[in-house]
């Protein structure tokens, strides 16, 4: 376990060092190694657990009865999923999937309900809040993203989003191939690909695979 990545995690903000070993015990934490295209949760089961990224990446997904599948986030190392369903013991709405390695340390957030009064358990119940608050507002961006009735338009404030406001030309690596981006925009991928093709012809943006270059118009 990489105790020192884990404990600078969010999760654990203001607890003390020598106190973080009875976190880990009050949240009955164990780890898993998952391979690539493994799902760790499937839509429609219950989950008592929460997920912690330690390295890899995992992909939230959604697919409706014909098959069409849309991205709704893909998360790194650091990272954490499953908390609100893990609190609240609803099914879940979507499928949660490695889409490479990742080693996830698997977390019970209901325990820290189960020991009163300790104050390990108000610090990490109050992070928890904290970061369903910050994902909350993360997944909004998605809607601007999705927003717009052009697919142009969409790649547009996605890629603005990726980018840093004070560089020129402001480059940046997604994580998402051809088609998952697609997916994640909820556009055709052939249309898609012409519209990347059309907007390097424009000059607005260079690219190579998944690294992109917004490019200043003169």
């Known amino acids: 376990m990489n105790s020192k990545a884990i404990s600078n995690h969010p999760i654990f903000a203001g607890i003390d060092k020598k106190d973080f070993p009875r976190a880990l015990e009050l949240l009955n934490c164990n780890e898993k190694i998952l391979k690539k295209n493994e799902t760790i949760f499937h839509s429609g089961t219950v989950t008592e657990t929460l997920g912690f990224i330690i390295f890899g990446r995992v992909q939230i997904e959604n697919t409706d009865f014909w098959g069409n599948k849309t991205i709704i986030d893909n998360l790194g190392e ?15 709405m979507v499928d949660v999937v490695a889409v490479e390695e990742s080693k996830i340390m698997f977390f019970y957030p209901k325990k820290l309900f189960e020991v009163a009064n ?6 990490i119940i109050r992070n928890f809040l904290n970061i369903s608050m ?3 507002l993360h ?15 969409r790649l547009l404030s996605y890629f603005s ?13 997604i994580p998402f191939d051809r088609q998952q981006l697609s997916d994640y925009l909820q556009v ?7 519209e990347l093709s059309k907007m390097k012809a424009d000059g ?5 695979k998944n690294h992109f270059r917004l490019l200043h118009r003169d």
Do not use: H, M
Request: hydrophobic residues 30%; aromatic residues 10%; contains cysteine.
């Open 78 to 92: 650091g990272n954490v999923f499953g908390e609100t369903y893990a609190l609240t013991g609803k099914p879940l």
């Open 161 to 173: 989003s990726c980018a840093s406001p004070s560089a020129p030309n402001a480059e940046f690596d």
């Open 134 to 136: 910050n994902k909350n």
């Open 188 to 194: 055709d991928r052939s249309a898609l690909s012409s």
């Open 118 to 123: 300790e104050k390990i358990n108000s610090v």
């Open 204 to 208: 607005l943006i260079d690219y190579w």
């Open 139 to 153: 997944l909004s961006q998605r809607i601007f993203y999705t927003n717009s009735k052009t697919i142009r338009g």
